[in-house]
């Protein structure tokens, strides 16, 4: 079975500070591995995505994740996030398929970033 | 925009009730996934149709059903409603298993 849990479940930053949002991951076969954005009241936008390739993953937004097979991690940093950027953001696995898997997500349970002017 | 539209946006029902929410994946995608987005059980996978045909279920209750008709909309059938069903439930498609997911905007459901 996959899991995925994100270490924080807010985190506060300053406009213009650099931040890092944490996802660890748990599987027993290759991952593909997602960050969504949630605004408030507001569908899923997908972040950027890892599938194969470079572990260093360039999104939308100015947004980047670092693929870490080791450490089984995927964690998302930004150098200097906006007001804007305040929203609830998901980390989420996947399998390619011929391993069991679907295409089906699994989400951890979200981390809330809130910057403060 | 992501080009999945669901209908309706917003859903106030009673208990018992049996509500249906309506979900038009993206043009040309042929997996269809249902989300349940609750307080204390986070996003949870229910169920999955690809081209028209059950693939996979997570967390779907009993009391819940889907499907996928050959236009590849789909529908998710909520019946019995208990307190406890009130979400937010999303769908979202892709070409195909492993892709890139689209979301929908989500229906919000409130049982009352």
């Known amino acids: 079975a996959q899991s995925v849990t994100q270490l924080d479940s807010q985190v506060p930053v300053f406009e213009e500070a650099p931040v890092e949002l944490r996802c660890n991951y748990s599987?027993?076969?290759?991952?593909?591995l997602f960050w969504y954005v949630q605004y408030p009241n507001q569908g899923l936008q997908l972040l950027l995505k890892y599938l194969s390739g470079s572990t260093l993953v360039k999104g939308i937004n100015g947004f980047e994740a670092e693929f870490n097979k080791s450490q089984t991690s995927f964690h998302l940093r930004k150098p200097s996030v906006h007001i804007s950027d305040t929203a609830e953001y998901f980390c989420a696995v996947s399998s390619p398929y011929g391993s069991g898997n679907t295409g089906k997500l699994i989400f951890g349970q979200g981390t809330t970033l809130q910057v403060k002017p | 925009d992501s080009g999945v539209t669901q209908t309706p946006k917003h859903l106030i029902t009673a208990t018992g009730q049996r509500v249906t929410l309506r979900c038009s994946p993206r043009s040309g995608d042929l997996s269809v996934y249902w989300y349940q987005q609750s307080l204390d059980q986070g996003l949870q996978f229910l169920i999955q149709y690809y081209n028209g045909e059950e693939r996979a279920k997570g967390n779907i209750l009993e009391r819940f059903s889907a499907q996928q008709f050959p236009d590849l909309h789909s529908e998710l059938n909520l019946s019995s409603l208990e307190l406890g069903d009130s979400a937010l439930y999303f769908c979202?498609?892709?070409?195909?298993?492993?892709?890139?997911?689209?979301f929908g905007p989500g229906t919000r459901l409130t049982v009352l």
């Open positions: 979202a498609s892709s070409l195909t298993w492993g892709n890139e997911q689209f």
């Open positions: 599987s027993s076969v290759s991952v593909y």
